[in-house]
């Protein structure tokens, strides 16, 4: 989840060590993570499908910048695994630069856990109230595409989306199935303009004429049960917590 926040640190300081501090402090990126992972926050699922399961992806990113490339390419892929129930999410990522995270959502005691182990931070954790996400104003604009295709089976319409906001412009296309009744807050709150799971996203982010694209692909959807464990909000032995900077 962290990857996403990092788009915006090397935009503006082409720097590794701002991540960390985008993670607790940037309320716009919040709000790109409110869609670009909306099927990292289940709320409920209809009927019987999907309740309960796994679902694997993964994460690329390049840019047209030449420096900016060499960097994003030392990052590798980011591989993420999430872990769902009808009111628990658990979602781990995995890159060869920035380390790993784990966030554990739990609706019901609305708390959210962050676990990050990097090269530069050790091991830490943020534990804070879940808190529903606010609307995302007149800045994000999301239309219904022509495109349909087919991906791990499931039939999948394109969408498309626009923000610009604090000197950022976005574009993303979505492809989402509503094969998965997965229903989350963030997608909730487009209504009808965005119906169904995303599979895949296509995002390009341009700030003071530096483009980058980033590429995410689900590539797995299992239907099966997840120990109780997987959602403990309790820090691990070793991390110590991250203090507001």
């Known amino acids: 989840m962290r990857l996403f926040y990092f788009i915006k640190s090397v935009l503006i300081k082409n720097n590794f060590s701002t991540l960390q501090h985008s993670i607790i402090k940037n309320k716009i990126m919040k709000k790109l993570i409110f869609i670009l992972l909306a099927s990292f926050s289940l709320v409920s699922v209809a009927q019987e499908e999907l309740k309960e399961g796994v679902i694997s992806s993964k994460m690329t990113m390049s840019s047209d910048n030449a420096e900016m490339n060499s960097q994003l390419q030392m990052m590798g892929e980011t591989k993420i695994t999430t872990y769902f129930t009808e009111d628990r999410v658990r979602a781990e990522t995995s ?99 965005l119906d169904g799971f995303p599979l895949f996203m296509k995002i390009n982010v341009l700030q003071q004429g530096m483009k980058m694209t980033l590429l995410y692909d689900v590539t797995e959807v299992k239907s099966e049960a997840v120990p109780n464990n997987m959602f403990d909000l309790t820090p691990p032995e070793g991390y110590s917590k991250m203090e507001d900077q």
């Open 95 to 193: 890159s060869p630069m920035s380390g790993e995270s784990i966030t554990i959502v739990d609706k019901q005691k609305e708390k959210v856990l962050t676990l990050i182990s990097s090269p530069m931070y050790g091991k830490k954790y943020t534990m804070t109230d879940y808190e529903a996400p606010e609307d995302l104003g007149d800045d994000i604009k999301i239309t219904k595409g022509d495109q349909t295709k087919t991906i791990l089976g499931y039939d999948c319409q394109q969408y498309n989306v626009t923000m610009k906001a604090d000197g950022v412009d976005m574009t993303m296309e979505i492809f989402a199935t509503d094969q998965i009744k997965a229903q989350t807050q963030e997608t909730s709150q487009f209504g009808d303009e």
